[in-house]
């Protein structure tokens, strides 16, 4: 799929598939990263950097990549900015009350 408005390549609604979205959401870094962007951000794109995490460059691009693969997050280039937002709208028609147990979770130990 070639880029829109600089929308990174993602599964469509219907290409969503469950298996690959708690794929990706069973890392707990990836899950922290998920419930961030969905309480915190306000439905704004937000920097891969606005999520403070302590870990390589290159780790936090794996981790974001994995969430945009799997159609979790949306991610527009923006000159040499990678800005993210949760696909809430898809999510919620393929997998109802899946962002309401992201919103409840608490990790049990720091990520």
Sequence with gaps: MAPRDGILPEPSREEMRLEKVLGA????????????????AGGEEKPCGW????????TRSHHFKVLREAGVIR?????????????????????????????????SEPV
């Design 25 to 40: 959401l069973s890392d707990p870094l990836r899950l922290s990263i998920v419930r961030a962007y969905h309480l915190d």
């Design 51 to 58: 999520f403070a995490v302590d870990r390589p460059k290159s």
């Design 75 to 107: 991610q527009r280039q923006i000159g040499l900015e990678r800005r993210n937002s949760v696909r809430v709208e898809d999510l919620d028609a393929r997998f109802p009350g899946l962002l309401g147990l992201v919103e409840e979770w608490e990790p």
